[in-house]
């Protein structure tokens, strides 16, 4: 399954990717799953390998773009910031405070997580986040559906109702932005926003 994968991949890919490549990035996502499944729960072990053996492989590709690494490091900056903020305040911080512990004026924030959002870095996979192919350290507890919950609880409430319009309802995000009355690209960027809230309550800088 693997193999097979790889080489659908690699026809796609650039010259430089090897189906070698990708096949080893494939096993870390193998490992990664067996590690993780039984966190998930619920869930098909077969269909919840080959998610994470391919997602793993086009991690890979995606990493070989230097603009996706770029968006990468800003990503976790952002995650960083907002666990630091949240421990120090005791509370979920503004977008204002984010900015300023990042040094940015709140303009070049949000322009920052639509950039994100763009380079496809905005995801809820909720065993992975920005790096769904590494395999998870001792130390690193795995995530549960109770700990997933309160993670969402600490959010505000715009950010519950338009992860609950994309992931409960299965809307596009067109279609949950019209519901919220906002555009397409403040939608993106407050679902941008909130996917690094959770990774900052979750621990997944």
């Given at each position: ?62 990493g070989l773009d230097p603009a996706v690494r770029e968006a990468r490091f800003i990503s976790r900056r952002i995650a960083r910031g ?48 920005d790096q769904p192919e590494s395999i998870r350290s001792e130390d ?66």
């Amino acid at each position: 399954m693997i193999r097979r994968q790889a080489m659908i991949l690699a026809r796609k890919a650039p010259r430089s990717v090897t189906v070698s490549d990708l096949c080893a990035r494939g096993f870390a996502g193998l490992f990664a799953a067996l590690v993780s499944f039984e966190a998930v729960g619920g869930t098909d072990l077969d269909d919840y390998v080959a998610l994470r053996v391919r997602t793993a492989m086009l991690d890979h590709l995606i990493g070989l773009d230097p603009a996706v690494r770029e968006a990468r490091f800003i990503s976790r900056r952002i995650a960083r910031g907002i666990k630091s903020l949240a421990e120090m305040l005791g509370r979920a911080p503004e977008r204002t405070e984010i900015a300023a512990v990042l040094e940015m004026a709140v303009e070049d924030y949000e322009a920052a997580l639509a950039l994100i959002h763009v380079r496809g870095l905005a995801r809820i996979e909720v065993l992975g986040f920005d790096q769904p192919e590494s395999i998870r350290s001792e130390d690193e507890a795995p995530l549960s559906e109770g700990s997933l919950a309160r993670a969402i609880a600490s959010i505000d409430e715009a950010s519950r109702e338009l992860l609950g319009l994309l992931y409960q309802e299965d809307c596009k995000m067109g279609e949950a932005a019209a519901v919220m009355g906002l555009s397409e690209s403040r939608a993106s960027i407050l679902f941008t926003e909130a996917m690094h809230r959770l990774r900052a309550a979750l621990g997944r800088e």
